[in-house]
């Protein structure tokens, strides 16, 4: 069974600050891990993907992660908070023959304080 | 428009009654999901459809009931809704091809009450 934990439900950063939310996951097989970002009454959108080519992941927005196999980590970062990141953001986990199912964690929301 | 849509986006309901909430995309993708969300569990995945006529259930199923007859839609069911199925509903469709890489395209959400 594969599962993604998300340290932290809320987490608030200056705007112009470093923005960090920390997802750890659990998988029996290489996994594939995905974030995505949820506004208010809207559905959730792609922020990036890892899929085992290049561990550091560049997304939208200037968000990026980093797979890293030894902590079973995928935290996701920004250098520099906007008042526009505030949002929930969603770690996820799929694995190889998974039909594409996802399993989502219970998200981070990210208030940015101006 | 292209794209995937849900309806209703709100509905309010008794218990014991009925309800369908539909799910519609335009893009011909194979993968169709139903998934809840709810305070506390984030996303729960209640039946998806790897293609017309096979579906299959998610972590939560019971309590619902799934068909998808065509591509482009896949209503989800409450036969008899319970006060516990209040939640907001996301439908999302991939183009993906089994191997776990696909993007995953949300509706927008259709937010149920069950009183």
């Known amino acids: 069974a594969q599962s993604v934990t998300q340290l932290g439900s809320h987490v608030s950063v200056s705007e112009g600050a470093l923005v960090l939310l920390r997802c750890n996951y659990s998988s029996s097989v290489p996994p594939y891990l995905f974030w995505y970002v949820q506004y208010p009454n809207q559905g959730l959108q792609l922020l990036l993907k890892y899929t085992s080519a290049a561990t550091l992941v560049k997304g939208i927005n200037g968000f990026e992660a980093e797979f890293k196999k030894s902590e079973t980590s995928f935290h996701l970062t920004k250098p520099s908070a906007h008042m526009s990141d505030a949002a929930e953001y969603f770690c996820?986990?799929?694995?190889?023959?998974?039909?594409?199912?996802?399993?989502f964690g219970t998200g981070t929301r990210l208030t940015i304080i101006p | 428009d292209a794209g995937i849509t849900q309806s209703p986006r709100y509905k309010i309901t008794e218990t014991g009654r009925q309800v369908t909430l539909m799910c519609h995309q335009t893009w011909s993708h194979s993968y169709m999901f139903w998934y809840r969300q709810d305070l506390g569990h984030g996303l729960r995945l209640i039946y998806y459809?790897?293609?017309?006529?096979?579906?299959d259930k998610g972590e939560v199923p019971d309590g619902y009931v799934v068909s998808r007859s065509k591509t482009e839609n896949f209503p989800l069911t409450l036969e008899s809704a319970t006060r516990s199925q209040t939640s907001v509903y996301f439908c999302a469709s991939s183009a993906g091809t089994g191997g776990g890489t696909g993007e995953l395209f949300f509706g927008e959400g259709s937010r149920l009450t069950v009183l």
């Open positions: 459809s790897a293609a017309a006529d096979i579906t």
């Open positions: 996820a986990v799929s694995g190889y023959f998974g039909n594409e199912k996802l399993t």
